[in-house]
């Protein structure tokens, strides 16, 4: 079954084709890196998963679901973690009751997938999300996103902000995810998720130009 | 609908905490005390008491701050949660855009309503207090206009923010469309009236059209029922709309536009790129 199935997707941000074309699949189980230069067009790909773009042209389906047209379905299913941690005024206790309300995420389940990521959220549970450090941002969106039990993982370069230990924490929580998933990583660096991944997908000027199945 | 409640609340409670809050609370608030300290109360003017005279100076205020302050700080959080990756990840959660939209502009509702209701309430409470009578009849009304030109104002902050996507292009509309309908419109239309080219209906038309215009003429309308206030004019209004008119009109225009404009914007935030 495929959680993803993109064809002939088409995308142009004033007059520029940021994606050309796009054809792809992704099965239930599929790991995916995905890599590219800068503005290959990766971060806009998942967007359209998530249902921000409107297609210039092809279709997105997320489990059968148009993600514009049936965006609260299809975002049900998805956990996904942005390039930069964005500065969210809410405080943290704030931040978990929208995640809980909007997903039906227990907050329990947040506070201790953050205490497996070394993250300690007691006596912060005030403070606006934006005043913690880069990586305790980091750090607190990969708890979340994990604590969705989501069936397709979106994670767009999610450790930069990492330390190595933390980051061979949070790739170890992956691999313990105990239900069928899917996953998309963007990374620059393929050998970091080498153990986590198996396929990779190579994103050149809006195009896929290379997807091998490892 | 529950999420509606959801984003109402946290946008809310965000805005407490936001700078901008604070200033405006304090410009308000701050006026009222101003208006204490220069004896404003006291005064008997006119034939009118000191109470009439506090509400009127604070309804004048009121119709300058207001709008910029509305359209300011709303299109400004809005354009940088959307510039600061804010909205892309908050909407990266189940909610509909439709409980998003709503659910926000309810919140911002709130907290630029309340902040003017309850100085307005501490400066009458005050007037009571000096031994002035409580004027539930204006309290009513001023209640209600400063709720419509709430409603107009964030009706046209959400549509430039969902229209616009450029932090600063849509600040500059928002101070254009501000003094436009504070000054240049009246300028504009007193030109056209000295030229007398066209019927002097025709621009009470086009001036009542003007939702601030309509704000002030039902704020002016109960302080002074004659409308002597504004002139000549007055008699025209009176004669042709009628008081009861005049003060529903004024009341009603500017939430009938501000749901318009709100919906207009809710409808360019479904069709177009969220992002
Ligand atoms: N909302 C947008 N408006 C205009 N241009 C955009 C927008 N989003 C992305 N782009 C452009 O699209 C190109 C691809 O961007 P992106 O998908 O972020 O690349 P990547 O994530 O692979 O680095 C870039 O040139 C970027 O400037
Ligand atoms: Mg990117």
Redesign the pocket.
């Known amino acids: 079954m495929n959680i993803v199935e993109a064809r002939n997707v088409t995308k142009s941000?004033?007059g520029?084709r940021?994606l050309d074309d796009v054809t792809l699949d992704i099965a239930l189980g599929e790991r995916v890196a995905m890599m590219?230069p800068?503005?290959?067009?990766?971060?806009?790909?998942v967007r359209a998963v998530l249902g921000f773009y409107h297609l210039d042209g092809g279709t997105i389906r997320v489990e059968g679901c148009d993600p514009v047209k049936e965006r609260v379905k299809v975002l049900e299913n998805i956990g996904f973690i942005p390039q930069m941690p964005p500065p969210v005024k809410l405080s943290l206790s704030e931040l978990l009751t929208f995640v809980h309300r909007s997903t039906g995420a227990e907050k329990e389940r947040i506070i201790e997938q953050s205490e497996a990521m070394e993250l300690d959220l007691k006596g912060h549970m005030d403070k606006p999300f934006f005043k913690l450090s880069g990586g305790m941002k980091q750090k607190l969106l990969i708890a979340i996103a994990l604590a969705k039990r989501s069936r397709l993982l979106v994670f767009d370069e999610p450790t930069a902000n990492l330390d190595p230990k933390a980051r061979e924490r949070f790739y170890r929580l992956l691999d313990s995810l105990d239900y069928e998933h899917s996953s998309i990583f963007?990374t620059h660096r393929l050998e970091e998720v080498e153990g986590l991944v198996n396929r990779k997908i190579y994103?050149d000027l809006g195009k896929v130009v290379e997807d091998e199945k490892i | 609908m529950k999420n509606l409640a959801l984003v109402a609340y946290l946008d809310i409670k965000e805005s407490l905490r936001a700078r901008w809050f604070y200033v405006y609370a304090f410009v308000f608030g701050g006026l009222m005390g101003l208006f204490f300290i220069s004896g404003i109360t006291d005064s008997v003017v006119m034939g009118f008491t000191g109470l009439s005279r506090l509400l009127l100076v604070f309804i004048q205020v009121t119709i300058i701050i207001l709008p910029i302050f509305i359209l300011i700080t709303t299109v400004k959080s809005i354009s940088s949660d959307r510039e600061s990756n804010v909205l892309e990840y908050m909407l990266s959660f189940p909610i509909s855009l439709k409980e998003y939209y709503w659910g926000k502009l309810l919140g911002r509702f709130a907290t630029v309503f309340f902040p003017v209701i309850v100085a307005l309430f501490v400066g009458v409470a005050w007037g009571v207090f000096k031994g002035g009578d409580m004027p539930w009849a204006m309290i009513t009304l001023y209640s209600a206009l400063i709720f419509s030109i709430c409603s107009v104002f964030l009706g046209i902050a959400f549509l430039i923010s969902t229209m616009v996507k450029s932090h600063d292009v849509a600040l500059g509309l928002s101070f254009t469309v501000w003094i436009l309908l504070l000054a240049f419109i009246d300028i504009a239309l007193i030109g056209l009236m000295m030229q007398n080219r066209v019927s002097d209906e025709l621009i009470l038309a086009i001036a009542m059209l003007n939702p601030l215009e309509a704000f002030r003429i039902g704020a002016i309308a109960l302080f002074d029922p004659e409308l002597t206030v504004i002139g000549p004019v007055a008699y025209y209004l009176l004669d042709s709309l009628g008081h009861t008119f005049l003060m529903l009109y004024a009341v009603l225009y500017p939430i009938f536009l501000g749901v318009l404009f709100a919906l207009f914007g809710y409808t360019i935030f479904k069709k177009r790129?969220i992002?």
Do not use: S
């Open positions: 941000f004033m520029v940021v590219g800068n503005g290959a067009g990766k971060t806009t790909l963007i994103m | 790129d992002l």
